[in-house]
């Protein structure tokens, strides 16, 4: 087994790693927010980390860029060192006076999202692939209505220790950064 798998077996999640080099003087990827908890290890170079936030709220923030935020604290990290950056908080980076190397080991937990689309999907089987919504509408109407009950009662059933287990079971035998 790789070194990639422990860590996900270990935390029941995905994990990946990632190397990046940069030029002296360069910036990294502009402000952003990743959707994982990073462990940086700094191995040649010098590397100045600016760290803005940590959201509070998985509503409040989402991945990707980020713009307009305040005042940043920043950490210059040497060979050697390793940096602990909580799940959503906006950073980027700049290399100090010569190139630098770092890795970058992501873990990413099960999502909630995750976890709703394996109980649809459980429930989803229960429905033949050529059922149709067809009649006029109000027709329909009944007919969705009655879907969304068997839908609800369906999701009642669902094996919730079942469900965690599978989720923990994937990300584990994740590979890969997503």
Do not use: N
């Amino acid at each position: 087994m790789g070194a990639v798998g422990r860590p996900a077996q270990l935390f029941s999640a995905k994990a990946g790693a990632v190397v990046f080099w940069t030029r002296a003087g360069e910036d990294g990827l502009r402000v952003h927010r990743d959707d994982g908890h990073l462990f940086v290890v700094q191995i040649s170079g010098t590397k100045r980390r600016y760290l803005y936030d940590t959201p509070r709220d998985a509503a409040d923030w989402s991945t990707g860029y980020v713009e307009d935020l305040e005042s940043a604290r920043t950490v210059d990290l040497r060979p050697g060192q390793v940096l602990y950056l909580p799940e959503g908080i906006a950073h980027h980076t700049r290399t100090l006076d010569t190139e630098s190397v770092h890795v970058t080991v992501a873990i990413r937990e099960p999502r909630l999202r995750d976890t709703a689309e394996l109980a649809a999907r459980a429930c989803l089987a229960r429905i033949p692939d050529h059922a149709t919504l067809s009649g006029t509408g109000a027709g329909r109407e009944r007919t969705a209505d009655e879907l969304l009950t068997r839908l609800a009662e369906a999701l009642g059933r669902v094996d919730r220790a079942a469900l965690v287990r599978d989720l923990s079971r994937r990300a584990s035998e994740a590979r890969g950064s997503r």
